[in-house]
């Protein structure tokens, strides 16, 4: 008697899950509910952040590095793999992040790969004066990949997603417009907070050790001095140390801005031989998965730009 009354609470709570999820399911009026949630993937945390307030709870959101991980020389585990055949759709910045999954994604998996860049003008990757690969989009080098920090550029990440999801899962479409509507009119609080916080400052140089803020640089006045990044390059040559050290004096450099997951030794010995202060940007790629990643690093990489630009730091991290 006792298992017939558990049989039939079980029965029922059974029934309320279905009713719960059955008209949460996707696809096309007329066809079979599928067996389980929209199931996306995201590549990056602030791609992730994007797609949790847009979908909320509407889809089964997942990302594909790790808090901490970096895109730049990420390997995909088998893990990985398995995450990417199970996916219904993978959202991925493009513009050469993810050349990691290149190799990876099977021909099949390619009708799922949706590139959140979609119609944004890229930027080259910053070389030295003089570089032969300098400046120019043409050759091997890929363009710069770090769109998403340029607040307006975000937007436009926002709404091609928002059009993508209305495009895979029709019967969320209305919540998914909604919600990117908010989103998108967020970031753009965002840009405004940028702006009336750097027009006014009239000496916006930087010099960084990761190249991930050129896209906001050209949105808000900040010429690009030096990009000390040695990842994928032959190193630092002791003639461009000079250069970028006599370009710092010349210019009147008054911040160095590192990644705050990573300071480079590079970066710290020109800090000490120039005595420019070392602030802290974050460039969101090895973030924290969190609907609000974007809004709270956005706010304190605008305090580290100001504190930079207006030389009121002399703090070292
Ligand atoms: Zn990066």
Redesign the pocket.
Known sequence: MRMRNQYRVLASAFCVLLAWWAPRAHGSPGSPPPAHPFRVLTTIAPLYSFVKSIAGEAVELSNLLPQNA???DYVLSPGDARRIARADLVIQNGLG?EFFLEKALAKVDREKLFDASAGIPPLPQWRPPGSSAGGSLGGAVPPN??VWLDPLFAAVQVENIVRELCRRDAEHARDYRVRGKRLVEELHRIDDRYRRALDPLPDKKMVSD???FAYLAARYGIRVVAILETRGHAGLSPKLMAWVIDSIARERVRALFSEVHHVSAELRSLSRDTGVPILLLD?M?SGALRADLYERVADSNRQSLVEGFQGRTSAQP
């Open positions: 970096e895109p730049h992040l990949p770090h990761h190249d991930a460039s790629e």
